[in-house]
């Protein structure tokens, strides 16, 4: 992980493994419990911040507030809905973030944009979008009101198997979970950390043929 591409200006170089991950991501298959119906939906976008951190490439979380009425206490990777003066997905990812974790976006190069996913529970059409932290900045909770916590998670510490469960979630279905400290990083959020961990050729073997219920208070 230690080759390069071109430097942007103030900055670290984006490395050349991102800019592959990036290239698989755009394209990658979209599992059939997170596709988008034909019509309907509310239309968001989050921002999946890669950065160089003292433990290898990381990913940008927050926490959500417990006191909210969706997705109450969960973490996620920062975004929201779209807003009619946003130019798009990208312009919305990057302004939830700095709304919710102050971070500077001059400091940000995006890379791509993933494939539209859906969120059941919430009706959100999610587009994921993948940038490099070219020259990161200081993030923390900056609506109080929704982000309880901001982290920079080590790929490695994800990967880890010892940090990776299968949960039931309350609709019923399965997926990949991660506990890392007080964190539990599951449903939409994990299916993305799970399919970036593969794709990325992080991901370790672990032992998902174990399903276990969610913690109370967890959903």
């Known amino acids: ?33 997170a596709r988008p119906p034909a019509v309907g939906g509310r239309h968001s976008a989050v921002l999946v911040l890669f950065g ?6 990381d990913l ?18 920062p975004g929201g809905k779209i807003e009619d003066s946003d130019d798009g997905p990208v312009a919305a990812a990057l302004r939830e973030a700095v709304e919710e974790t102050g971070l500077d976006p001059a400091g940000v190069d995006v890379l791509a944009t993933l494939p539209e996913l859906f969120i059941a529970r919430s009706q959100f059409r999610v587009v994921p979008v993948l940038a490099w932290w070219r020259s990161p900045s200081a993030v923390r909770p900056v609506d109080i009101g929704e982000v309880a916590a901001v982290e920079r998670i080590a790929v490695a510490d994800l ?28 449903g939409f959020t994990g299916l993305i950390t799970d399919r970036l961990l593969a794709l990325g050729g992080w991901e370790r073997p672990w032992d998902a043929s174990v399903i276990r219920e969610m913690p109370k208070g967890a959903a």
């Not at 992980?1 to 990658?28: D, F, Y």
């Not at 160089?52 to 490439?57: L, Q, S």
């Not at 309350?170 to 539990?184: E, N, W």
């Open 52 to 57: 160089d951190g003292p433990a290898g490439p």
């Open 1 to 33: 992980m230690t080759e390069s591409a071109t430097a942007g200006p103030g900055g670290a170089e984006c490395p050349a493994w991102l800019r592959r991950l990036a290239a698989a991501a755009e394209v990658m298959d979209v599992p059939r419990v």
């Open 159 to 186: 990967a880890d198997p010892a940090n990776r469960v299968m949960l039931r979630f309350p609709s019923g279905h399965s997926g990949p979970a991660f506990r890392i400290g007080p964190m539990l990083i599951w």
């Open 60 to 77: 940008l979380y927050i926490q959500r507030n417990e006191g909210l009425r969706r997705h109450a206490g969960q973490p996620a990777f």
